[in-house]
């Protein structure tokens, strides 16, 4: 007995770590990585969150559920091609001069699933949130046969035309959670020194999409895929029925079978042109503003060893960092023995006002 509770406090009281960095020592980061905090004190979770399947069903079931957050309006857009995507606004209240996040969601993100992250930038910031949601996720009807797992670019820009429209004295910033970063690299890489974005954050990110799915692990890739077809295939079966062996991808079982099946829906003629058209690695050494990536390495989801090949680059690169940690799971990051705040929004949001003042003061 008295061995079990000593042990429980040395969990309680466990030491954060610090996490691991990496980066061109020459570049723009020196100074960032001396202004961050969070990155001189380290990260230790919420002690009973230390198994990492554990913190990410309190993350996926519970702390969604939890958040509380009222969107000020939901828009509705009609891309070029008759698509419908839709920016969720939350701070329109706040001035004109106001910098706004643009938030890219997870792979079945929905305007409540998103909430929390939405509240997070929001209160540790002070500044406007754009959540822009891609085509048939949540309530928004498919009004065109086309899906995308990541997102399409295109639609990403126009959704950013209107952003502009709307405020255009707010500076940009950017942050991706998940599947959003695989778009948010993707879009930076494509567009690198004509996009608007000042700076942006990528949290969990895959990186080579084409190889990422098989490293995931495997109970969550078939649950992932059955929500999936349930929520894309299924629910739009009449919109599907157009296209040819739509109904082979009902018979997927894994991430990787379904991201292989599914190029056509995502308006492509085979695999290997969707893949060089949206794979956010061949456009990964183009971007040009500066850019954080975190990473956990106990996450079952975007495994660790997706980093392994691009640590090599990723050191040579001057607007680059990538900070993993050896907890956190995907995208929790749970800090706090009740009361649990995420540490990685935390990080985000000190990350790009400290870009503002650094864009603001050049």
């Known amino acids: 007995m008295i061995k079990n509770i000593s042990s429980l406090k040395s969990v309680v009281k466990s030491k954060p770590e610090l996490p691991m960095l990496y980066y061109k020592k020459d570049g723009v980061f020196n100074d960032t990585v001396v ?62 001069g106001t910098p706004t996040i643009v938030l890219l969601h997870t792979v079945t993100g929905t305007f409540n ?36 797992l990541f997102g399409s670019t ?11 429209e709307k405020f255009p004295d707010s500076d940009l910033y950017a942050v991706g959670s998940s599947a959003g970063t695989g778009l948010l690299i993707r879009y930076l890489g494509e567009e690198a020194e004509k996009t608007p ?13 084409e190889i990422g799915f098989n490293n995931i692990h495997p ?12 929520k894309f295939i299924l629910a739009h079966q009449e919109t599907w029925q157009q296209i040819p062996q739509w109904e082979d991808i009902l018979g997927t079982k894994s991430l990787a079978e379904f991201e292989k099946a599914y190029f056509k829906m995502a308006g492509f003629s085979d695999y290997g042109s969707y893949a ?42 001057p607007n680059i960092i990538v900070v993993t940690t050896k ?34 003061n050049n």
């Open 154 to 164: 295109q639609d990403l820009k126009e959704q950013i035309v209107c952003i502009q």
């Open 219 to 230: 109970i969550y890739s078939k649950i992932m895929t059955k929500k999936l077809i349930r």
């Open 35 to 96: 202004a961050l905090e969070q990155l001189q004190q380290g990260y230790s979770p919420t002690p009973w969150l230390r198994n990492n399947h554990i913190h990410l069903m309190f993350f996926d079931i519970i702390k969604k559920k939890l958040a509380h957050l009222e969107y000020d309006y939901i828009e509705q857009l009609t891309m070029v091609d008759g698509g419908t995507t839709a920016i969720a606004w939350f701070g329109l209240d706040l001035s004109e």
């Open 276 to 317: 060089e058209a949206t794979n956010p690695i061949y456009t990964f050494k183009n971007i040009k503003i500066p850019l954080m990536i975190l990473n956990s390495e106990d996450d079952p989801i975007c495994h660790i060893k997706n980093f392994e090949p691009y640590k090599k680059i990723i050191v040579k690169m």
């Open 327 to 360: 907890k956190g799971s995907h995208c929790g990051f749970y800090e706090g023995l009740f009361k649990t705040k995420s540490w990685a929004t935390r990080l985000m949001s000190e990350f790009l006002l400290h870009q503002e003042k650094s864009y603001n």
């Open 113 to 148: 699933s998103m909430r929390e992250i939405v509240h997070d930038l929001n209160f540790y910031t002070g500044w406007r949130v754009a959540l822009c949601m891609r085509r048939g996720h949540d309530r928004l009807p498919l009004t065109v046969p086309k899906i995308n």
């Open 197 to 209: 974005i000042k700076a942006a954050f990528a949290l969990c990110p895959g990186y080579d999409t």
